[in-house]
């Protein structure tokens, strides 16, 4: 089993920033891919970015040039830097990391007012 507790999440006006974190705890030296999906309201879960063990990375096209994510084998946690924030980056963001299974975090709110 692997548990997640997620981090950073807020209310920021736009233009600002936010961290998130991601710390993983349990079965760590299973996991191989990490990432956030988000959520906002009547919409469907989307893929935000995400990171394999090895470095790889991907990003939606929506936030490329404006979010980093990163990862910290040591610290078993995962970060999502967010720059230049925008009212339509305003979701529930979840972190998950891929095991035995695909596991979640309790999700984090992140509001940005115009």
């Known amino acids: 089993q692997v548990q997640l507790v997620e981090s950073g999440g807020g209310l920021v006006q736009g233009g600002g920033s936010l961290r998130l974190s991601c710390a993983a705890s349990?079965?760590?030296?299973?996991?191989?891919?990490m990432g956030w999906y988000r959520q906002a309201p009547g919409k469907q879960r989307e893929l935000v970015a995400m990171?394999?063990?090895?470095?790889?990375?991907n990003y939606a096209d929506s936030v490329k040039g404006r979010f980093t994510i990163s990862r910290d084998n040591t610290k078993n946690t995962a970060y999502l830097q967010m720059n230049s924030l925008k009212p339509e980056d305003t979701a529930v963001y979840y972190c998950?990391?891929?095991?035995?299974?695909?596991?979640w975090g309790q999700g984090t709110q992140v509001t940005v007012s115009s």
């Open positions: 990171i394999t063990s090895r470095g790889s990375i």
């Open positions: 349990g079965s760590i030296f299973s996991i191989s891919d």
């Open positions: 998950y990391a891929d095991s035995i299974r695909r596991f």
